[in-house]
């Protein structure tokens, strides 16, 4: 289990020379872990010579699963896990560790029987009781499923769509699970790579023989890359690819003299890095004015869900009626935009006691004010 910081700052690129007034606005992650998550980039598929999405069956399985993320996570390569919901139930932390960390994760079945030997609704309960035990677990699976072996009938298939689920196979088999050593097992994942193809790599991190698969891991990655391949996780219809998340902004009320907190949301995980940009448009509320001017990339790391922006609210010595800006976004990197702009309402400071009387900056009731002033100056 990565350690867990209550509040991380991330590096955010100012576009305009706003510099210093944008010291006072911070990024804070929902879900912080002390692991770099895995950067993906975005694989320009015409400079690659195929696509390859690593898939690890069968966990997870605490320490070797563990070990896998470093190594991953260490060379900024994605992947997917399908998980057995009975290990996901005995061991929750390890299958969150695999989230946090950026990666996806997918159902590979409650307690891997054979779906071939299973009934319609066998098939709907094991599936049903996996999500479940994997959103228990504080994941948010993808629509992904493998089933065991790869084995399938009708009833299977049928359960399998009617539930909502893709089924993934692969297209390059380490055998990892049968026999040879971490260099054997390498060179026949290598030797299954076709190029121009998408090419997904089965390897297990829950079975007897997963520490030898995973010290294969490394040697699979810098050979691949080496002769031109892509990493990729799994997009939403099994393919080498990444999901397109929505992301959506809500804001909290700004208060004169205070802020107004904008939270980006991403509606599943990316599998990789991704960013939008915030932009904030005049509206009652003036941008220049009653705030900074703001257009900044927000980066959400892979693991994440959730992004903060904060933004200063300048008080003044006015008693005005509420005042609204629009946030927009824009650009949007390995994201999808429903809704492209939000209205933030911005709520005047307390009024003066004193009745009548022209509000002067003097007037104005202290915290607020004073706690923010030297931010400006
Ligand atoms: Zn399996």
């Keep these: 289990m990565p350690d867990r910081r209550g509040l991380s700052v991330h590096a955010v690129r100012v576009h305009r020379p706003v510099r210093a007034l944008l010291t006072v606005l911070f990024l804070v992650a929902s879900v912080a872990i002390a692991a770099p998550a895995p950067a993906a980039p975005l694989p320009r598929a015409k400079g690659c010579k195929g696509l390859v999405a690593l898939t690890f069956d069968d966990?997870?399985?605490?320490?070797?699963?563990?070990?896998?993320?470093?190594?991953?996570?260490?060379k900024r390569v994605p992947a997917t896990f399908f998980m057995v919901g009975q290990r996901v139930a005995a061991d929750p932390r390890a299958a969150r560790e695999v989230e946090r960390a950026g990666f996806l994760t997918a159902n590979h079945s409650w307690d891997h029987r054979d779906m071939r030997t299973q009934s319609y609704r066998e098939v709907r309960q094991s599936l049903r009781a996996t999500r479940r035990a994997m959103k228990r677990a504080g994941l948010h699976p993808t629509d992904?499923?493998?089933?065991?072996?790869?084995?399938?009938?009708p009833p299977a298939r049928r359960a399998i769509r009617d539930a909502g689920y893709v089924p993934v196979m692969w297209s390059a088999d380490s055998l990892d699970w049968k026999s040879g050593d971490a260099d054997q097992i390498a060179r026949r994942i290598l030797g299954g790579l076709r190029p121009g193809k998408r090419n997904i790599v089965l390897q297990h991190d829950g079975v007897n023989r997963s520490p030898i698969s995973v010290a294969a891991v490394s040697q699979v990655i810098r050979v691949a890359k080496r002769r031109g391949y892509c990493f990729t996780a799994l997009d939403e219809r099994g393919r080498p690819g990444f999901p397109t998340p929505t992301v959506t902004a809500t804001a909290k009320d700004g208060t004169e003299g205070g802020e107004a907190v904008v939270t980006l949301r991403l509606d599943k995980p990316a599998g990789r890095d991704t960013a939008v940009v915030v932009e904030a448009l005049s509206g009652t509320a003036t941008v220049g004015a009653d705030l900074p001017p703001l257009h900044l990339r927000v980066e959400i790391p892979a693991g994440r869900l959730k992004a903060k922006v904060r933004i200063p609210i300048t008080a003044d010595a006015v008693a005005e009626p509420t005042e609204h800006f629009t946030l927009r976004l824009r650009h949007p990197e390995g994201l999808r935009i429903v809704q492209e702009t939000t209205q933030v309402a911005v709520l005047d400071v307390p009024p003066p006691t004193a009745?009548?009387?022209?509000?002067t900056r003097t007037d104005l009731p202290g915290p607020p004010f004073l706690a923010l002033g030297p931010k400006y100056s």
Excluded: D, E, N, S
């Design 355 to 359: 009745p009548a009387a022209p509000a």
């Design 59 to 74: 966990g997870p399985a605490r320490g070797t699963t563990h070990r896998l993320l470093q190594i991953l996570q260490k």
């Design 144 to 153: 992904l499923m493998r089933p065991p072996y790869g084995a399938l009938a």
